[in-house]
């Protein structure tokens, strides 16, 4: 097969599984930028190449787009409502005092909305995100988090540590997520670390490895923003396939010919043959096995 003239690539190791989508997750977005764009991995894993078929189908345009573009979960209103509810409720706690049966639904039901809720990603991608709404006993959707984690803060804690950042190096890029804007209420909440997705398999350090626990302890430790973020917008099409019979084991299937991002994630998920494949785990991140993180991930067969 003749590949096309790739507009643009980025170094890559797919046998981290977080690193392995979000090269999925920047073909996706090629695909929203300019239709028609195809995605392929060299044959050594190394790196991913995009080609646009655009003249101006860079990744610097790309990285761009995605760093400067509306993402969106609650809504202002709705936020403003829930920081009330908050309020009022920690307010008539101190005076032995409850909020109504009708604002305590309320108040649930916004911070579930917010913890687990779809979110969009707006113009001029025009995406949305909801592949984690699944029940607690499906294992099919390869989720990290749980508890009080809120997906869109998240989400655009990384948007935000990408604005102006050179997209050379884009996987490699590090840093310590920040509260979003508009989730700050004081003056020293620009400080406040946010926790990552744990997509990126360089990111996990177990507590007995580490000494001790980094969500305990409120360490702040970097996150790599552009494979956090992309690889959540890649897991909406591109999906890795669960080991059946094999609690928190997927698998993924790499491509080395150039593929729309229509026709790639059947490859992945191992529907139709493509080159090598590639097991990795969920790893616990606590002994009360609420929190997960990708795991490195070990080929299993296929092409060389």
């Known amino acids: 097969m003749t590949c096309p003239r790739p507009s643009f690539s980025v170094a890559v190791d797919v046998a981290n599984p977080g690193q392995f989508f979000a090269c999925c997750g920047l073909l996706e977005l090629a695909h929203r930028l300019w239709p028609g764009a195809e995605g392929w991995f060299s044959r050594d894993g190394s790196t991913f190449f995009v080609a646009t078929g655009d003249a101006h189908g860079t990744l610097a345009r790309l990285v761009d787009e995605l760093s400067k573009c509306k993402i969106t979960g609650l809504n202002q209103e709705q936020r403003r409502e829930r920081d009330i509810l908050e309020e009022r409720r920690r307010q008539l706690k101190k005076a032995g005092q409850r909020l109504s049966r009708d604002d305590e639904a309320r108040r649930n039901e916004l911070g579930d909305l917010a913890r687990t809720g779809p979110v969009q990603v707006e113009a001029p991608f025009g995406i949305l995100l909801d592949w984690w709404q699944t029940s607690e006993d499906d294992q099919s959707a390869p989720k990290t988090w749980a508890g009080r984690q809120e997906i869109h803060k ?151």
Not at 165 to 186: E, I, M, Q, T, W
Not at 200 to 207: K, N, V
Not at 274 to 293: E, I, M, S, T
Request: aromatic share 12%; charged share 25%.
């Open 154 to 304: 998240i989400a655009t804690a990384a948007q935000e540590a990408l604005v102006d950042r050179a997209s050379s190096g884009l996987f490699d890029y590090a840093c310590v997520l920040r509260l979003p804007h508009d989730y700050r209420k004081g003056r020293a909440d620009h400080k406040k670390a946010v926790e990552p997705f744990y997509f990126d398999a360089r990111r996990f350090a177990h507590p007995l490895d580490a000494g001790f626990s980094l969500d305990v302890q409120d360490a702040e430790t970097v996150a790599h923003p552009a494979v956090e973020l992309l690889c959540l917008i890649a897991l909406q099409r591109f999906r890795p396939s669960a080991v059946k019979g094999q609690k928190w084991l997927f698998e993924y299937t790499m491509w080395s010919g150039p593929l729309p991002a229509a026709v790639a994630p059947a490859v992945v998920c191992g529907v139709v043959a493509g080159d090598r494949r590639y097991r990795f785990p969920l790893v616990f991140r606590d002994d009360q096995k609420r929190y997960k993180a990708f795991g490195l991930a070990t080929p299993i067969g296929g092409g060389q």
